[in-house]
């Protein structure tokens, strides 16, 4: 059968992509099209260009310790962490190959800043088109192309499903990062989707024994940080018991960022499908894995795919 893939935001949880896209073509099924935001512009990208077997050997050894070497940190600039070296790194899969020269149709999604509206790249320099999808707002910086500025597309659209009304698929799949069934149920996940995500992530791991890259990203920050310490400039001063506490020990900013993101995104993509949802639905939990989580690929891929193996044996797809 012919599908048009959708394949949503939501950081880290993205490799999940790789893996209901494993589960389709492991059936039998051909994919006829591809749009996606954010890090579903990346993936979505990737395979349109035919370099996902490589991209997933490389992104399925990523430790920690590659992550941060990957970081481009920035101070004073309108994001934390250039993506120069990540970029580099992409090129080797997708190489200089245009939007319209791909094999199969493929659409990504980025917001202009200064008309304040979502981008649909249909054509241009691949690797432009991801970069500015990608630029999650005040943690990747943000890339300017012509006159336009522009960050992650999933601040307007979190699963673009309106771009491939035209591709020439049979039936449309599409692929949240959320966790959530569409439509006016309250922001509460079905029972289904809450049982099928508390299976998937009894099978999952949890390494608690050291900081996640985030916390050494932080302390990375601190030390950065010209001619002061930067945890004892955010520091509260001391003061006698109180109601509330002002600055909470176990919140860092890149993780609050990151949870900001995917509430607001959660919502906009339940009001945005109410009317217009793909016909087979992929769900992701939300709280599978942190928005910077790229370390933990391999087992994103593997809730992509058991994910998508429950769904699709219910659609009979």
Known sequence: MKVNLVLGAGGARGFAHVGVIQELQAR??????????????????????GGLDGFTDWVRT???????R??????????????QRVMRELHRFVGDVRIED??????????DMDAEREVWFRKGPLVAAIRASIAIPAVFTPVRIGERL?????????????PMMDMPGEVSVGVSLFGRRPGLHLGLPSKESSDEASADHAEIAVDAGEPSWTERLGHSLAGSWPGRNLSKLLSPPEAPPKEFEDLPSDVNLVDLLGRTLDVMQARIEIARTVL??????????????????????DEMIELGRRSALKVFDRMGL
């Open 28 to 49: 039998g099924h051909q994919i006829a099209g591809v749009a996606g935001t954010s890090m579903g512009a990346l993936v979505g990208g990737v395979f349109a260009a």
């Open 70 to 83: 990957l970081t481009d940190l920035t101070l004073g600039a309108p994001g934390l962490i250039r993506l």
């Open 102 to 111: 791909l094999p199969i149709p493929f659409t990504a999604v980025a917001t």
């Open 150 to 162: 522009l960050v992650d597309g999933g601040l307007l659209n979190p699963l673009p499903v309106a």
């Open 62 to 68: 990523l430790t920690r310790s590659d992550i941060v």
């Open 276 to 297: 217009n949802a793909p016909e087979v639905m992929v769900w992701v939990p939300m709280d599978a894995c942190a928005i910077l989580d790229f370390h933990r690929a």
